[in-house]
């Protein structure tokens, strides 16, 4: 079983118990594979990634534009 399987079963029970009770259901998600399985599963809100995810990914990629543009040695 995949590591995305094993997420939605786990969310399974939870999401059908709120939905029956008429409740909203916050998650937090990995990837966009996590995002897409849980909103298809009944989901209300999806926090994806994190403040400080994004802000490693936005460094890294600075990182790299710098690097790509270094002056000549």
């Known amino acids: 079983m995949s590591a995305l399987e094993l997420i ?5 029970r939870p999401l059908e118990a709120a939905r ?5 259901v916050s ?3 990995g990837s966009l594979a996590e995002v ?3 909103r ?3 989901a209300s809100v999806i926090v994806y990634s ?3 995810g994004f802000m ?3 460094a ?3 990182l790299t534009e710098m690097r790509s543009t270094a002056a000549p040695a």
């Not at 939605?8 to 399974?12: G, K, L, P, S, V």
């Open 36 to 38: 897409k399985a849980l």
């Open 27 to 29: 998650v937090f998600a």
């Open 20 to 24: 029956a009770a008429g409740k909203a």
């Open 56 to 58: 490693r990914a936005a």
């Open 8 to 12: 939605t079963d786990a969310a399974q």
């Open 60 to 62: 890294a990629k600075a």
């Open 50 to 52: 994190s403040d400080q």
């Open 40 to 42: 298809e599963i009944g």
